[in-house]
């Protein structure tokens, strides 16, 4: 019988590189990271297809089949989303911001307790369990700084002060936005795009951030069903 305890830690291990990697990216914005994520994201890929071929050939398994499938296609779902938001970050020219570092250290935090769970499935299910539920809490903080992040970007004020730092003559492009709209012309509304589309834009990183963070909590419900059904 094929080892599948060690075939779901494999992937764990390449997840936790990678969700390592997209930090350094998060943090620096260099390029060469963002190319090792992508990298990763393949690998990950090839584990899991390998992974499933293995688990079609097998006549018997240590615990329910069905969750040794889940298992194997979404413990990478983290990973995934990661490599997604790093290449529309590429293509929507969006800088790394603190609330983006933030959650990617929350990732990162998820699946290195994803990987001591499924290490300790067969061993010892009682911290399997308490390591699901440590996957699960990083989900929630992501949501939280999420909802914190976009309440944020979706102010002018915030948008208008964070211009001022930055002594940016651009600021006066959010006079508009703070007026009643009755009092603005045509043409201020279009001055006020700037700040519409930096939003959107960062939003959508935001967004890919926080699925991601979703993902890695399914994937922790997956862990914690072997748990019950194999303790």
Not at 28 to 40: F, H, I, P, Q, S
Not at 107 to 123: N, P, R
Not at 161 to 173: F, G, H, I, N, P
Not at 204 to 217: F, G, L, Q, V
């Amino acid at each position: 019988m094929p080892d599948f305890h060690g075939l779901l830690n494999e992937q764990c291990a390449l997840v936790v590189s990678g969700m390592d990697v997209f930090v350094a990216f998060i943090e620096t914005g260099d390029a060469a990271k963002a190319m090792e994520v992508r990298r990763l994201e393949h690998e990950g890929d090839k584990l899991k297809v390998r992974n499933i071929d293995v688990l079609n050939q097998s006549f018997s398994t240590p615990f329910d089949r069905e969750d040794i499938f889940r298992a194997i296609t979404t413990i990478d779902e983290g990973l995934n989303y990661a490599k997604t938001t790093v290449r529309e970050m590429e293509i929507l020219g969006v800088e790394p911001d603190k609330h983006m570092l933030e959650m990617a250290r929350l990732l990162s935090q998820g699946a290195k307790a994803l990987q001591a769970g499924f290490m300790k499935v067969k061993t010892d299910p009682a911290g399997a369990e308490r390591d699901a539920a440590a996957v699960r809490k990083t989900e929630r903080q992501v949501e939280k700084i999420y909802r914190s992040a976009i309440a944020e970007l979706f102010d002018p004020e915030h948008y208008a002060q964070d211009l001022k730092m930055q002594r940016s003559e651009a600021e006066d492009d959010l006079a508009p936005l703070l007026e009643p709209m009755e009092q603005q012309e045509c043409n201020a509304v279009g001055r006020g795009l700037s700040f519409v589309l930096r939003a959107l834009k960062r939003r959508e990183i935001y967004r890919h951030i926080s699925n991601a963070s979703d993902h890695m909590a399914h994937a922790g419900d997956i862990l914690h069903d072997i748990v019950v059904k194999t303790a």
